[in-house]
């Protein structure tokens, strides 16, 4: 019903002959994830109030997928059809959006596409990275992007049972609500990678797609495996069981993060993690 009205809203205005394509940054701290919901504010509903603003007529947003509530993201892809008029130039959109977004929503980069590109369907992979700040010592200024986790953490332990989820695989035991979606279990994971920058532990998982709370479901059980409270072979089992029940809890929100989306196959292969999703400061004068 809500996408009917959204087409019928924009055949009334009369829409352009092409589609515009967004990166944009966020941080999920205090938002509902990406989607609109009735009981508070969610990126989505802000980016379309603003465009709609920007524009002088309702806009409606297509994303490369959801993000939970709290979940971050440096590369969210967004695609919208603008209306005919007024037309826009891409770098005068990132300039106005970035000028009266809030300072936490932030629009990268701006480009045409063709008329049917969509961000969603035509998607062919996505990146996204967990954080861990493996330390007994909260950080003041980063615990709302991490998962602090004080215990030893084996990363070859990691890798291990990383390698096992690797491939086409039913992930129904890494889905929450998969009854309830209906949504195919099968899905394909291309690689897990792992990248240390000091005390924070990175574990990026590139995939086709991605189910509903599947990435912080792996993480919340690869999380037992790097404290070494399970064994890299148990994951095997947990995947082969394809029951919920046998894997852990699911990780925090805080610190998962959407890298990048994908437009062409293959194109995963060249995604490097070279730094932190966000700003560390790497010494501190402990003198003044």
Not at 242 to 247: E, F, G, T
Not at 261 to 280: C, D, N, Q, R, T
Request: glycine share 6%.
């Amino acid at each position: 019903m809500i996408e009917e009205t959204a087409t019928q809203i924009q055949n009334q205005v009369g829409r352009a002959n092409f589609t515009y394509l967004m990166s944009v940054a966020f941080d999920g701290t205090g938002y509902l994830g990406w989607q609109i919901q009735p009981h508070g504010p969610t990126i989505q509903s802000v980016m379309e109030e603003k465009l709609s603003y920007l524009f002088g007529s309702k806009i409606f947003l297509n994303s490369s997928g959801r993000t939970d509530a709290g979940v971050h993201a440096l590369g969210m892809a967004v695609s919208f059809t603008p209306p005919a008029k007024p037309q826009i130039p891409p770098e005068t959109i990132k300039r106005a959006m970035n000028s009266i977004l809030p300072a936490e929503i932030r629009i990268n980069s701006i480009e045409i596409r063709d008329q049917e590109f969509n961000a969603r369907f035509d998607a062919k992979g996505k990146a996204y990275t967990y954080v861990i700040h493996n330390t007994r010592k909260a950080n003041a200024f980063t615990h709302r992007w991490v998962w602090q986790v004080a215990d030893k953490f084996n990363v070859e332990a990691v890798l291990q049972a990383a390698s096992y989820l690797i491939g086409i695989h039913d992930f129904s035991s890494f889905a929450v609500e998969i009854n309830k979606t209906k949504k195919n279990p099968i899905r394909h994971i291309f690689d897990i990678r792992t990248d240390s920058f000091g005390e924070y532990i990175c574990i990026t998982f590139l995939g086709e797609s991605f189910l509903y709370k599947m990435v912080r479901s792996l993480m919340g059980t690869l999380h037992r495996v790097g404290i070494e409270k399970v064994q890299p072979q148990k994951v095997l089992e947990i995947l082969e069981s394809r029951n919920r029940l046998c894997a852990y809890d699911t990780a925090p929100a805080k610190g998962l993060f959407l890298m990048e989306v994908f437009y062409s196959y293959g194109e995963w292969k060249e995604f490097k993690l070279k730094e932190l999703p966000f700003f560390v400061q790497k010494s501190y004068r402990q003198d003044c």
